[in-house]
């Protein structure tokens, strides 16, 4: 079964700093790897989908990269806002339709 | 429609109930999944739909649990004989055609179970 693990669980940080979360998982046979966003109460919005051909994705601040071999993505925001202030998931599907996610890392952007 | 939407909102039952929670995804996504969340985790897989029918419902607590996607649009997850445990936020994704495309994730349901 593969098993995602994001650190750290929690991160407070000022204003415009940039930061990097972890996220690893276990069995590197994935198909992509998708980071979300989740504000207290509500559903998950998607930031960034990378396939498994893939290296890494951007999309504005966001940057995300994907090194399967070892088992490992990041997601790098840079000049953080404290409207960044979420929980961030990542989600790796393993047989295109089981999609397992990490805990997550509650961010704190401070102004 | 705009996204994927699901009702109730909030549902607070008791013990022993039947609940059904409703997903709307998005208009043409053929793939539909239903995930569990509990306070401080990450979804956890619950079934997936591909059109009407459920092609992966491994992960399914119990037999209590039921899913129907009858028309291939619409789903309704429904549990019976309802437990405290079953409190948790229930969260529907669609995506275009499964696979390894994007999932787009409903606001959620959370069921409490009193």
């Known amino acids: 079964k593969q098993e995602v693990t994001q650190i750290p669980a929690a991160l407070s940080v000022p204003e415009g700093e940039n930061l990097v979360l972890n996220c690893s998982f276990t069995?590197?046979?994935?198909?992509?790897l998708q980071w979300f966003r989740q504000d207290p109460g509500k559903g998950l919005t998607s930031l960034l989908l990378?396939?498994?051909?893939?290296r890494e994705q951007t999309s504005g601040r966001l940057n995300a990269s994907l090194d399967k071999s070892s088992g490992r993505s990041t997601l790098y925001i840079a000049a953080s806002q404290p409207g960044d202030s979420a929980t961030y998931l990542c989600a790796v599907p393993n047989n295109f339709n089981k999609f397992y996610f990490g805990s997550g890392t509650k961010l704190n952007v401070k102004p | 429609g705009a996204g994927v939407s699901q009702t109730p909102s909030n549902k607070v039952t008791e013990k022993g109930k039947y609940v059904e929670l409703r997903c709307d995804p998005i208009?043409?996504?053929?793939?539909l999944y239903w995930y569990r969340q509990s306070l401080g985790q990450g979804p956890e897989f619950l079934i997936y739909?591909?059109?009407?029918?459920?092609?992966?419902d491994s992960g399914l607590p119990n037999d209590r649990f039921f899913a129907v996607r009858p028309e291939g649009s619409v789903s309704t997850l429904k549990i019976q004989r309802t437990e405290r445990g079953d409190s948790a936020v229930y969260l529907c994704?669609?995506?275009?055609?499964?696979?390894?495309?994007?999932?787009?994730f409903g606001p959620g349901t959370r069921l409490t179970v009193l």
């Open positions: 208009s043409g996504h053929t793939a």
């Open positions: 990378i396939q498994s051909s893939q």
């Open positions: 994704a669609s995506s275009l055609a499964g696979g390894s495309d994007e999932q787009f």
């Open positions: 739909f591909q059109g009407t029918g459920a092609a992966d």
């Open positions: 069995d590197s046979a994935i198909y992509n």
